[in-house]
């Protein structure tokens, strides 16, 4: 994971980006929240195990990380690319590998548009070290975690 972190920073920084945005599956009816880890799902947990040492790493080179809602990103790539929801969750994913790429890097846009459109919805990852976990802060619209 740190590798990772610190190839998506240098891709930021070579695209001179202020930021990076990481879709978290939230599903408010079963009581997940983008501010308590708590609440996550297993994949809600991955995805926080990738934002907290890309946090770290992107600390030092001025780039913030946040973490955005991405509830209903896959089902709307799907729908825009023309691919029935209902065969993918039956699993009958008649996809091919390009497709699902293509679905991914779909779902990724429309993520971004998200965030661009109400960046008040997202939550700023802060790391502290030696602190205590992240809180939440809503100072100047960009929830804290």
Do not use: W
Request: aromatic share 4%; net charge neutral; charged share 25%.
């Amino acid at each position: 994971t740190a590798d990772l972190a610190r190839q998506l920073v240098t891709m930021a920084q070579e695209r001179q980006l202020g930021g990076i945005v990481i879709g978290l599956p939230v599903n408010p009816m079963k009581g997940n929240s983008l501010t308590d880890p708590s609440t996550d799902t297993y994949i809600a947990r991955r995805c926080r195990s990738l934002a907290n040492p890309l946090a770290i790493v992107a600390q030092t080179a001025g780039i913030d990380i946040y973490l955005y809602d991405e509830q209903g990103t896959s089902a709307d790539a799907r729908t825009a690319m023309g691919v029935s929801s209902l065969l993918r969750l039956g699993g009958f994913d008649t996809s091919s590998e390009k497709q699902r790429h293509e679905e991914d890097a779909l779902s990724a846009m429309m993520l971004v548009r998200r965030y661009l459109n109400a960046p008040g919805r997202a939550v700023r990852v802060r790391f502290a070290p030696g602190g205590p976990p992240p809180s939440v802060d809503k100072e100047d619209g960009v929830a804290e975690a």
